[in-house]
C-alpha cells in the first residue's frame, strides 16, 4: 500500500504522538462496524450502539493497514519544486470525477506481481501511487520474502536497505500475535487472513519532472476470516500521500505518511458471516489501477 516515529508509516519527525500505541496508526483512530443480530459468530451478535468504544480489534486493525508505512517517518519529506507538467509530452489529465480517466495506457509491465513502467507524466505518478499503496497494504507484509520483493518493488533503491530493516522490526512475533497470526506470521488452520487496501481516489498534490507528491485516498480491510475467528475482518478510511522520485525509468516512492480519514458514515449493512467473509476473500482478486 503505505507512510516519523517507532509508531508509524507516518508523521514528520517533530508530530507529537499519545501513548496510545495504536494511535493514528492505520489512519483509523476508531471504527464502527454494525453487527446482525441472532448469529454467533464472530462477525455478528447483539447491534452495539453507534457511540460504543473502539475495541482491542479495531486497534489492531488501524495498525496493521498502515503498518507497511512504519519506516518512513523520519526518512524525509516532500518536494519543494513548483507544480508543473512531467516530463514527456501531450499529457491528459483526469478530473476528479471517477470515471475521468486519462486514457493512458497505465503500465508497460510488471515487477514480480506489482505493476511497472509507468508513464513519465501525471497520471502515471498516479497509477503508480495507488498501486505501491495497494501493495503495501496486502497481507503479504506479513511474508517476509514478500516483504523484501515488495519493498524492493516499491520503493527507490537509496531507501530500500534501511526500510528493510526497519520493517522486519516491526513485523515482529507480538505483532504477529496481536493480528490473530501464529508467531511465525503463518495464519491459523481454517482461518483466513485479510490485509487488503482499497483505493478511492488519487490527487496530485505537487510535481516536477524528477519528483511527485501523490495523495491516495483509501479504504482498508483487516482481520481472521473463518469460523472461530476472534478478530473479524473491520474497515478503516485513510489517506496516504506518497513522495515519489523518478528513478530507472519509473516513479518509486521516495517517503511516505498518512493520515486519518476522509471517513463517511456507515451505511449499517448487515455484517456478514465469517464464512461469507473468507470466500468472498479468496473468490474475488485484486486490480491494477490508472488514472
Same mark, same amino acid.
Given at each position: 500500500?503505505?507512510?516519523?516515529?517507532?509508531?508509524?508509516?507516518?508523521?514528520?519527525?517533530?508530530?507529537?504522538?499519545?501513548?496510545d500505541g495504536y494511535s493514528t496508526l492505520g489512519g483509523t483512530?476508531?471504527?464502527?462496524?454494525?453487527?446482525?443480530?441472532?448469529?454467533?459468530?464472530?462477525?455478528?451478535?447483539?447491534?452495539?450502539?453507534?457511540?460504543?468504544?473502539?475495541?482491542?480489534?479495531?486497534? @489492531?486493525?488501524?495498525?496493521?493497514? #498502515?503498518?507497511?508505512?512504519?519506516?518512513?517517518?523520519?526518512?524525509?519529506? +516532500?518536494?519543494?519544486?513548483?507544480?508543473?507538467?512531467?516530463? +514527456?509530452?501531450?499529457?491528459?489529465?483526469?478530473?476528479?470525477? !471517477?470515471?475521468?480517466?486519462?486514457?493512458?495506457?497505465?503500465?508497460?509491465?510488471?515487477?514480480?506481481?506489482?505493476?511497472?513502467?509507468?508513464?513519465?507524466?501525471?497520471?502515471?505518478?498516479?497509477?503508480?501511487?495507488?498501486?505501491?499503496?495497494?501493495?503495501?497494504?496486502?497481507?503479504?507484509?506479513?511474508?517476509?520474502?514478500?516483504? %523484501?520483493?515488495?519493498?524492493?518493488?516499491?520503493?527507490? !533503491?537509496?531507501?530500500?536497505?534501511?526500510?528493510?530493516?526497519?520493517?522486519?522490526?516491526?513485523?515482529?512475533?507480538?505483532?504477529?500475535?496481536?493480528?490473530?497470526?501464529?508467531?511465525?506470521?503463518?495464519?491459523?488452520?481454517?482461518?483466513?487472513? @485479510?490485509?487488503?487496501?482499497?483505493?478511492?481516489?488519487? &490527487? @496530485?498534490?505537487? %510535481?516536477?519532472? *524528477?519528483?511527485?507528491?501523490? *495523495?491516495? /485516498?483509501?479504504?482498508?480491510?483487516? +482481520?481472521?476470516?473463518?469460523?472461530?475467528?476472534?478478530?473479524?475482518?473491520?474497515?478503516? /478510511?485513510?489517506?496516504?500521500?506518497?513522495? #515519489? &522520485? /523518478?528513478?530507472?525509468?519509473? /516513479?518509486?516512492?521516495?517517503?511516505?505518511?498518512?493520515?486519518?480519514?476522509?471517513? !463517511?458514515?456507515?451505511?449499517?449493512?448487515?455484517?456478514?458471516?465469517?464464512? *461469507?467473509?473468507?470466500?468472498? @476473500? *479468496?473468490?474475488?482478486?485484486?486490480?491494477?489501477?490508472?488514472?
Amino acid at each position: 500500500m503505505s507512510h516519523g516515529d517507532g509508531h508509524g508509516y507516518g508523521s514528520d519527525s517533530g508530530s507529537s504522538r499519545t501513548d496510545d500505541g495504536y494511535s493514528t496508526l492505520g489512519g483509523t483512530r476508531q471504527t464502527r462496524t454494525r453487527f446482525a443480530e441472532g448469529d454467533s459468530d464472530g462477525y455478528s451478535g447483539t447491534r452495539r450502539p453507534a457511540r460504543s468504544s473502539r475495541s482491542l480489534v479495531t486497534m @489492531v486493525g488501524v495498525v496493521v493497514l #498502515l503498518l507497511a508505512a512504519i519506516a518512513f517517518a523520519n526518512m524525509g519529506g +516532500g518536494t519543494d519544486d513548483d507544480a508543473s507538467g512531467a516530463g +514527456g509530452s501531450g499529457d491528459s489529465k483526469a478530473g476528479a470525477a !471517477p470515471t475521468a480517466a486519462t486514457g493512458t495506457k497505465p503500465v508497460t509491465g510488471k515487477n514480480g506481481t506489482i505493476a511497472s513502467g509507468f508513464a513519465h507524466n501525471e497520471q502515471g505518478a498516479q497509477s503508480a501511487a495507488t498501486n505501491y499503496a495497494v501493495a503495501l497494504g496486502s497481507a503479504e507484509m506479513f511474508n517476509a520474502t514478500s516483504r %523484501q520483493e515488495i519493498l524492493q518493488a516499491t520503493h527507490d !533503491p537509496a531507501v530500500v536497505g534501511r526500510l528493510q530493516t526497519d520493517m522486519d522490526k516491526a513485523y515482529s512475533a507480538s505483532l504477529f500475535k496481536n493480528v490473530g497470526l501464529n508467531e511465525d506470521g503463518s495464519t491459523p488452520s481454517g482461518l483466513t487472513f @485479510v490485509s487488503r487496501t482499497v483505493p478511492v481516489g488519487t &490527487k @496530485v498534490v505537487d %510535481q516536477s519532472n *524528477e519528483t511527485a507528491t501523490v *495523495e491516495v /485516498w483509501c479504504t482498508g480491510l483487516v +482481520g481472521m476470516a473463518g469460523q472461530g475467528s476472534t478478530k473479524p475482518v473491520t474497515e478503516t /478510511w485513510f489517506t496516504i500521500t506518497e513522495h #515519489l &522520485k /523518478w528513478v530507472a525509468n519509473d /516513479w518509486k516512492i521516495e517517503s511516505s505518511n498518512q493520515k486519518e480519514g476522509p471517513t !463517511p458514515v456507515s451505511g449499517g449493512n448487515r455484517a456478514s458471516t465469517a464464512d *461469507e467473509i473468507a470466500g468472498a @476473500v *479468496e473468490q474475488y482478486g485484486g486490480f491494477t489501477y490508472a488514472r
